[in-house]
């Protein structure tokens, strides 16, 4: 299947990415590939299957019980830029 | 010592029997990783001082007669995308370069409650997306038996800090075979386990529904000791077993495999398969025969779809996990920006790698409007068929035997340009990951230019046990020498 540049850098925006025109084509061409390979799921039959038929059991739940994490100021020590206990970033509203 | 050679075994009955003491042990672990790791590369961040304190503590244990721990005093190696409390874990991206977990992955909790000396953690594919090790940000890891070529991947410095004699234990991660290709790739023995059996907490998420940690170790019994110190239930990982579980795997593991089923699934031997791969197989699936087990060839027609399958599914799930990284709360976060959405967009552009941001889209495409039903969709559904054909094919057989990687280990730069071509390299080992069942890979011989050549052993659901019992007792018949000859120029 042929992916075009500008289906590509559709993509690229709802992902947060911002590609090169280069990337872009480059991008074009091995998108072309992979799908073209992933075209042999619609050669298969799955009738009757449904998206979780086969799936043993599903997952267990914890309590909802609030634990006390100890070391406060060890979960902030990879925040780039703070305000006492806020982590700081630009403005979202106008 | 003879490092290159220990095992679990012989370095507890060398600290039981003050042959040497855990100080001495890690003192020449470092010597040696120090003389070759600047060949092999497998370490992003080595743990010397902390390791040796860790050694310490643990000789004082033992002169005082305390009771030591299931792996008390064994040197392991972490790979980069399991949390590692105040250790500097990277998932080999640019994007967490500077990540300092403030907690442990449950893995690691066990790995230090059962006495284990974490001597560094491992390089990798970025985020685990790769099957080479020519993904991480920092630099390429070597295959000790060639350093021209590659170690597999992603776990690449998993297996190779084994391989090379750096540890005798690793851990890695496996989401579509990264822990087996690399382990097939280095002559070492690894295990992908039952989804769920091991916890994912702190496991840095790259396809929540296919990731697993486990052990990767130079002999069939090392590795079952390695799974059995991390597996059981957590409550921090809601996909994990809900029981308490307290297999014993040595406890059979030399019972041996007379009366065992094996089914050979002939699409998993296939012309594209590299002629001496399949001939060494062939010769173990000879002996497996010699050795009791009944052999019996079947169709098991998934290898295509299932590869497109798993890149759909995994791919989709990486650029859900990946949504996260935004600079705001961790990780890197770019220099110059006028607005929130530019620090976000600007972030994720030079944090993330050339084949994270493939990944992402492609997971950002068969997710999208209008494609969701054609690929997702479909693919989520083909994964209940491969499932299915799997159970029906258990009822059959107790274990599935395949090759592990249908090429041998290739040249350093030889796939980087075409990541099809790389995709391809995985089509014998993402199945395993769809289905959630178990798999090994162990060495079975070698190519004529000296390249390891690896057996996939696989499993229905928590059927570990047959696994190790088949692989152990092949092992022992074949006597493959997994150790290999660093012809390196030392300074």
């Given at each position: 299947m042929k992916v075009t540049i500008k289906e590509v850098e559709y993509i690229a925006k709802l992902a947060n990415l911002k590609l090169t025109e280069k990337e872009a084509e480059k991008m074009a061409d091995e998108f072309s590939g992979i799908l073209t390979h992933f075209d042999?799921?619609?050669?298969?039959?799955?009738?009757?299957?449904?998206?979780?038929?086969?799936?043993d059991e599903s997952s267990k739940l914890r309590d909802d019980k609030v634990i006390e994490f100890e070391n406060k100021e060890e979960l902030f020590r990879n925040v780039k830029d703070m305000s006492k206990t806020s982590i700081k970033i630009p403005k979202v509203v106008e | 010592m003879n490092l290159e050679r220990f095992t679990i075994d012989s370095i507890k009955q060398g600290l039981m029997s003050k042959q040497f003491s855990d100080v001495e042990l890690l003192t020449e672990y470092f010597k040696r990783i120090n003389k070759y790791d600047m060949h092999i590369?497998?370490?992003?961040?080595?743990?010397e001082e902390e390791s040796l304190k860790k050694a310490k503590e643990v000789d004082e244990k033992i002169a005082k007669g305390e009771k030591l721990g299931f792996l008390e005093g064994v040197p392991v190696s972490i790979k980069d995308n399991i949390c590692t409390n105040t250790i500097k874990t990277t998932c080999a991206s640019k994007m967490l370069n500077d990540f300092i977990p403030p907690y442990d992955a449950s893995v690691v909790k066990k790995l230090k409650e059962s006495g284990a000396v974490i001597v560094g953690k491992t390089n990798m594919d970025e985020f685990a997306m790769?099957?080479?090790?020519?993904?991480?940000?920092f630099f390429k890891t070597k295959n000790p038996?060639?350093?021209?070529r590659v170690p597999g991947g992603s776990s690449g410095g998993a297996a190779s800090s084994t391989a090379a004699g750096f540890v005798p234990l690793a851990y890695g991660s496996d989401t579509g075979g990264s822990i087996r290709q690399p382990a097939s790739f280095c002559g070492v023995v690894g295990i992908k386990p039952?989804?769920?059996?091991?916890?994912?907490?702190?496991?840095?998420?790259?396809?929540s529904s296919l990731d697993q940690i486990g052990p990767l170790a130079g002999t069939v019994k090392d590795c079952a000791l390695g799974l059995e110190a991390v597996q059981g239930s957590d409550?921090?990982?809601?996909?994990?077993?809900k029981e308490e579980y307290c297999i014993n795997?040595?406890?059979?593991?030399?019972?041996?495999?007379?009366?065992l089923k094996i089914g050979i699934p002939k699409e998993f031997l296939s012309?594209?398969?590299n002629k001496e791969i399949k001939s060494k197989v062939s010769e173990s699936i000879k002996a497996l025969e010699k050795l009791g087990v009944e052999i019996e060839e079947f169709s098991l027609p998934i290898t295509e779809t299932g590869l497109s399958a798993y890149y759909i599914v995994s791919s989709a799930e990486a650029s859900s996990n990946l949504g996260?990284?935004?600079?705001?709360?961790y990780g890197y976060r770019t220099?110059?920006?006028?607005?929130y959405k530019e620090l976000i967009l600007k972030t994720r552009t030079e944090g993330f790698g050339d084949e994270a941001k493939r990944r992402i889209m492609i997971g950002t495409y068969v997710l999208s409007s209008g494609y969701y039903d054609a690929y997702y969709k479909k693919a989520m559904i083909y994964r209940q068929k491969v499932k299915k054909l799997f159970k029906d094919a258990f009822s059959k057989y107790d274990v599935i035997v395949s090759p592990?990687?249908?090429?041998?280990?290739?040249?350093?730069?030889?796939?980087?340009?075409?990541p099809l071509d790389m995709y391809l390299a995985d089509t014998l080992t993402v199945n395993v990951n769809l289905a959630g069942i178990p798999a090994l890979s162990m060495p079975c011989g070698f190519s004529k230019s000296k390249l390891p050549i690896g057996i996939q052993f696989m499993a229905d659901h928590f059927n570990e046990e047959k696994i190790f019992r088949t692989a152990y007792t092949l092992e022992q018949e074949l006597k493959?020498?997994?150790?290999?000859?660093?012809k390196l120029e030392v300074k």
């Open positions: 042999n799921i619609k050669k298969e039959n799955l009738d009757g299957i449904q998206m979780y038929s086969f799936d | 590369k497998s370490f992003i961040t080595l743990c790769g099957s080479s090790t020519e993904n991480s940000s038996w060639d350093i021209d039952t989804y769920g059996l091991v916890s994912r907490y702190g496991l840095i998420a790259f396809g409550t921090k990982d809601s996909t994990s077993i795997y040595l406890n059979t593991i030399e019972d041996g495999i007379k009366g012309e594209d398969l996260r990284y935004d600079g705001v709360r220099d110059k920006f006028e607005d592990t990687s249908p090429i041998l280990p290739f040249k350093i730069g030889e796939k980087t340009n075409n493959v020498d997994n150790v290999p000859q660093m």
